[in-house]
């Protein structure tokens, strides 16, 4: 038995950190949409009990240390399964991006072995347990466009966004989300305006949305690489209406109404950087 299931890259349009929690972790507000840049999981069946990943990437690695494989490994023990299952990784979404490449793949795991072992599992269920392994795959699981609070773990469904096109640029560069969160000092950090940009996506103002994409985790990345600052400067000057920094970086996106527009911003980020991606949304 085969199942293919996309796992689609995401962008933050909005992340504040509101505060430590006694446990270390940090509770925050994200609102986040899903792009299609997306990596493609291939699951097979096995008799035997056990669970292998496979992929062609020099940064992921293929054992338990896999999100996805620790996805399979959870949702076995979690219900009970004694089959096994062969996971093909396709990577597309670049790695320690600040896209969430290795949560919505382990989304995508889950959702996959729902389908390819006819379980029925509501998604709920499934984010529930996602969030044992990591902050983004509860909305991995969903997709679409939303808001997670707490750790990652509460998931509310937005609307989506007025369309428009997303440049995407990764300098040649790999981020730590928990070395970045280690860096946050409370008093110190900027809270973009969140509800500013729920506003903006329930009335689908696109102007009022790039006016308000804000991210707290920014500024401490690009003190550690100012070339995300660059980045961002270049696709200013080049007219993108909205820019900002995903997740804990260093991916930098543009956000721009007209596809004539989208495509000269990123030919020229071609030229200043090595990984760039022209996508649409899907959320």
Partial sequence: MTHFEKAPAKINLSLDVLRKRHDGYHDVEMIMTTVDLADRIELNTLEEDRVEVSLWSRYVPNDERNLAYKAAIAFKQKYNITKGVHIKIEKVIPVSAGLGGGSTDAAAVLRGLNQLWNMNIPLDELAELGSTL?????????????????????????????????VLAKPDIGVSTRTIFQRVKMDEIAHPNTNAVIEALYEKDFDKLCDNIGNSLEAITASLHPEVLRIKEKMRQAGASGVLMSGSGPTVYGLVEQQSKAQRIYNGMKGFCQEVYLVRLIG
């Fill in 134 to 166: 990591g902050s983004d795959i509860p909305f991995c699981v969903y997709g679409s466009t939303g808001i997670a609070k707490g750790f990652g773990e509460i998931v509310e469904k937005l609307p989506s966004p007025p369309p428009f096109w997303v």
